[in-house]
């Protein structure tokens, strides 16, 4: 069975410091990965996904992740945090089969001045 | 393109009550997931509609159900609300039946139990 899990609960970083969150799946083949960014009140953004092929992939608002198999792990990185970056992040894996997205229990992000 | 559209906002209900909650893909997307997303419990998966069948379904009770129409939007029933079930839940779609196509989702439907 697929599995995702998000080690930080919560982390805090300075505005325009570097971040990078951290999400390791189990999954026997190569998996679809995916990273979704959820702000207060609202629903689940796609920031971006891994299907195949480059391992680096880059996403919206900056965002970047790098797939890495020995690992087991897909981990978000961004070089500069803004303010507007403080949210909940969410790492999913799947499949094409029939079973929905796997995703993990969040790691909530505060931006301090 | 419009996105991924919850109805209503909010819900309050009261303990045994019944709830409905609506929701509207985007357009050219035949699959339509639901989640539950209680406070700090993560996101839980619901139920999973594709081309109107049921094609996978989370681990919770009979009382939550749904259906899809042919114009794939959805509804998620709630039946015999329990406290325990105000939570925040989420709808989204994907473009295509399999599990591996990214969701989009909407902003989702706050049901509170009184």
């Known amino acids: ?73 897909f981990n978000l990185r961004k070089p500069s945090v803004h303010w507007s970056d403080a949210a909940e992040y969410f790492c999913a894996v799947g499949n094409s089969g029939n079973t929905p997205l796997v995703f993990g229990k969040g790691t909530r992000l505060s931006v301090i001045a | 393109e419009a996105g991924v559209t919850q109805s209503p906002t909010h819900l309050i209900k009261t303990r045994g009550q019944q709830a409905t909650l609506r929701c509207s893909p985007i357009s050219g997307h035949t699959s339509v997931y639901w989640y539950q997303q209680a406070l700090g419990l993560g996101l839980q998966f619901l139920l999973w509609y594709d081309e109107g069948e049921e094609r996978n379904r989370g681990n919770f009770p009979p009382r939550f159900s749904g259906r899809q129409f042919p114009n794939y939007s959805s509804e998620l029933n709630v039946n015999a609300l329990e406290l325990e079930d105000s939570a925040l839940y989420l709808c989204a779609s994907s473009s295509l039946g399999t599990g591996g196509q990214p969701q989009h989702f909407g902003d989702g439907t706050r049901l509170s139990i009184l």
């Open chain 1, 1 to 73: 069975a697929q599995s995702v899990t998000q080690p930080d609960i919560h982390i805090t970083v300075s505005e325009g410091a570097s971040l990078e969150l951290r999400c390791n799946y189990s999954y026997g083949a190569t998996p679809y990965l995916f990273w979704y960014v959820q702000s207060p009140g609202q629903g689940l953004q796609l920031l971006l996904k891994y299907f195949s092929g480059d391992t680096l992939v880059q996403g919206i608002k900056g965002f970047e992740a790098e797939f890495k198999r020995s690992q087991s792990s």
